[in-house]
């Protein structure tokens, strides 16, 4: 059984930085991408920003300069800092990932959501 745990988050005010973090554990051959996606109220979910296995990122426009991921590759680790952050930031933040586990048939390619965490930017 894989689990993806998500911390971090909370409320902050305009300009203010949030660290989010979340980890891969379980039995899992490899990662080959991990990041964050967002879902505001009312709208689909989009992607924040990704990290794939050899270190290339992609980031939504919308936060480019203002958000770093990363990723920890012996803890199965990535984060998400986001700084200057706006009232349009306020949303659940989902992190995500692809990756390869074991079976009984062979190695496996899944992916997993973590449950979520609010982030709210308000004054």
């Known amino acids: 059984q894989v689990d993806l745990v998500e911390s971090g988050g909370g409320f902050v005010q305009p300009g203010g930085s949030l660290r989010l973090s979340c980890e891969l554990s379980?039995?899992?051959?490899?990662?080959?991408?991990m990041g964050w996606y967002r879902q505001a109220p009312g709208k689909q979910r989009e992607l924040v920003a990704v990290?794939?296995?050899?270190?290339?990122?992609n980031y939504a426009d919308s936060v480019k300069g203002r958000v770093t991921v990363s990723r920890d590759y012996a803890k199965n680790t990535v984060c998400l800092q986001m700084n200057s952050l706006k009232p349009e930031d306020t949303a659940v933040y989902y992190c995500?990932?692809?990756?390869?586990?074991?079976?009984?048939?062979?190695?496996?390619?899944?992916?997993?959501w973590g449950q979520g965490t609010q982030v709210t930017v308000s004054s």
């Open positions: 990290i794939g296995s050899g270190g290339s990122t």
């Open positions: 995500n990932a692809d990756f390869v586990v074991p079976s009984t048939t062979g190695p496996k390619r899944q992916r997993a």
């Open positions: 379980g039995s899992i051959i490899s990662i080959n991408v």
